[in-house]
């Protein structure tokens, strides 16, 4: 455990101490708050409904550009063979990652705190739906940095990684609408996957424990598999 929280803190410190953090910061918050704004502003609605999913179009990008370096950098640098040597697994190491990463999406997303006070001054929003919304983001995000570790991990560059990270999230959000007017169990199914509508849900304040679930096991699935994706590199 103490292994893996210093490389989560590593990682913490590298996005802070890099240009390319505070760009996804700048960016994250110039997108976000006209996604907030302008709903606000056309038709007077106190909630974050429009402004989370609107949000995620943004993240779907940015996010891949946090993730892309996460392990494809190690192994340009050839730091990634000082970590296999070291006295640490390699569970360690792509956990002690994800928390890295987790925490500062999780910092870039207290940014917009203002957001519910800005409401809340101008009109009496439902705090349940507003709560929930960030609960859906924080896990939504959870998934998306997994999804672009594990991007990364079968990577051996960071253009690589930022590509096939942003398509396989494209897919993933595109998924609903394929399936949209569909009926039967595959449609269904299929649906399922689809990571746009569990957030939905969490922005009509309705906190589902199918769409926890689902969020929870995108992110240890992807866990996994980086693992093992890690874990096969060694041996080539």
Known sequence: MR?????AERELKAYFLSPVGYVVIAGFLLLSSYFFYVPLEL??????RIWTGNTVIVLMILMPALTMRLVA???KTGTIELLSTSPVTDAHVIVGKFLGCLGFYAAML???????IILRSVGKPEMGPIISSYLGMLLFGASFVAIGLLASALSKSQVVGFVSGFVVLLLMFVLEWVTRGGSGWLSTAIRYIG???HLENFGKGVIAAKDIIYYL???TLCLLLSIRALQAWKWR
Request: glycine share 4%.
């Open 110 to 116: 207290a940014t917009t705190l203002i957001y519910p």
């Open 195 to 197: 990571i746009q509508q």
């Open 3 to 7: 292994a893996t929280l210093a490389i």
């Open 73 to 75: 950098e190690e192994r």
């Open 217 to 219: 096991s995108v992110v």
């Open 43 to 48: 038709m007077g609605e106190p909630s974050l």
